[in-house]
């Protein structure tokens, strides 16, 4: 096994998502605390800030509020990310808002996650909410789910409520073809089940959260997908150093690539073989995703920023006719005839949406084939006409490069953000009956 190899696989992607005042701050930087991953004049600065606003104790839920804003209102207004790491595992953790107008950015940082902890009030229950945290979660085909069921110590660690609250998500996740979903009665204000398992949960014989973190299966290896690199930069320096060099930059967003291998340009469809893969550290013989190389081609192609390299030979699906899964982002509603951008790669181009096909129910997941419209943070399909080809991937089979936003070309703004191909909606469950149709 290389070393990049072994690295990947100890790396665990996470994000979590919660209503407002679930407490999800405090179990973030409770994560940090107890797995000392603060320095010392982090935790100085909210020990200060902890004391100027009255507390008795440490309020650990600063160790994550970043932003002035944050502080000021006791909310947070963006997706932030977290690093720590233990003895067996490094983690990456994608801290996304509460707030339901930020449903957004909780698509933003489920995108590439492996694990969402979803949590929930012990004294509140299952709420909208977490239902639509759950429902995208599945929708962006996020493997494992983590239920907190936090502030037990607010209803006395009782046993009663934490099944019924986790009875009640299980039937949910169920319904959308979750299989993996672990509950946690947990206080992340005073630690219990967090790091360190609670003395006051004696009825609870699973594991701590950072002990099921740490040994959660990372089922994806983006080095075992299919190969794909989509072209950010195209290098031509000129100089008397290199007069010649023509390299083309970017991330490995799946698979593997090794010097000699035949590729494809899509969309154009042009083939030749890499002669040499670049780095500021020298060159290399393969890369891996996600590792960002330079690669040099055997041919003098017509090679431009949002191009794809694939393996020559692979089945790949160029066209000018997008149809998606989307999350609504937007007040203003899809209507059919609206010019917007579509970004997808790195590529942008034009697109005019020419219909929405349908939308999802978060309640009972039922869903409906009439709809005609999406309103803010609605689950539906759009079928979009672009003004030129580009690869589309199924989102089902390629994670990284079946993903696109659209934009609204006027202003800038994200109108929604969607996976490639419509069967991403039914397939939320593996069972096509509990997606039943209107």
């Known amino acids: 096994m290389g070393t990049t190899q072994h690295h990947e696989r100890d790396l665990l992607r996470l994000a979590t998502a919660g209503s407002v005042d679930d407490g999800k701050s405090t179990l973030i930087g409770r994560l940090l605390y107890d797995t000392k991953s603060v320095l010392a004049d982090q935790l100085a600065a909210v020990e200060r800030a902890s004391v100027a606003r009255g507390g008795a104790v ?36 994608a801290d996304t808002p509460g707030h339901v107008q930020y449903t957004r ?16 009030d012990a004294r509140k229950g299952v709420l909208e909410q977490t239902r639509r945290h759950a429902a995208i979660a599945a929708l962006l085909r996020v493997p494992h789910i983590v239920l907190a069921v936090n502030k037990m110590d607010l209803v006395g660690f009782d046993e009663a409520t934490f099944r019924a609250i986790a009875a009640d998500f299980a039937r949910y996740a169920a319904d959308l073809g979750v299989r993996d979903v672990q509950a946690i009665p947990l206080s992340a204000l005073e630690g219990d089940n967090v790091v360190d398992a609670s003395t006051r949960t004696p009825w609870y014989a699973g594991p701590t959260l950072l002990e099921h973190l740490e040994e959660v299966p990372v089922d994806r290896d983006p080095t075992t997908e299919a190969f794909r690199f989509p072209v950010q ?95 609504w982002l937007s007040e203003r509603a899809p209507a059919p005839g609206a010019r917007v951008l579509v970004r997808i790669g790195t590529r942008t181009v034009r697109g005019l949406v020419r219909s929405v096909g349908s939308r999802l129910d978060i309640d009972n997941l039922t869903i409906d084939e009439g709809a ?18 580009v690869v589309l991937d199924a989102y089902a089979e390629h994670r990284r490069t079946g993903v696109f936003l659209l934009v609204d070309q006027a202003d800038g703004s994200t109108l929604a953000a969607g996976m490639v191909g419509p069967s991403v909606l039914v397939a939320a469950s593996d069972d096509p009956e509990r997606c039943r149709t209107r």
């Open 105 to 120: 950015n909780m698509v933003t940082g489920a995108s590439t996650a492996e694990l969402a902890i979803v949590l929930v």
């Open 372 to 389: 005609t419209t999406l309103a803010l943070n609605e689950i539906g399909t759009v079928h979009v006409r672009l003004a030129e080809p």
């Open 233 to 327: 930069v195209v290098i031509r320096p000129r100089t008397a150093e290199h007069p010649d060099y023509r390299g083309y930059a970017g991330r490995v967003a799946s698979g593997v690539v090794r010097v000699g291998d035949e590729v494809v340009v899509l969309p154009a469809g042009g083939r030749t073989r890499v002669v040499g893969i670049d780095t500021a550290d020298g060159e290399l013989t393969q890369a891996f995703a996600p590792q960002s190389v330079t690669l040099r081609l055997e041919d003098d192609l017509d090679v431009s920023r949002g191009d794809v390299l694939a393996p020559a030979g692979a089945p790949t699906v160029t066209g000018a006719d997008l149809v998606g899964t989307v999350c």
């Open 58 to 93: 440490v309020d650990l839920a600063l160790l994550t509020d970043g932003l002035r804003a944050e502080r000021e209102q006791g909310i947070t207004i963006d997706v932030a990310y977290r690093y720590f790491s233990t003895a067996t595992r490094a983690f990456v953790l």
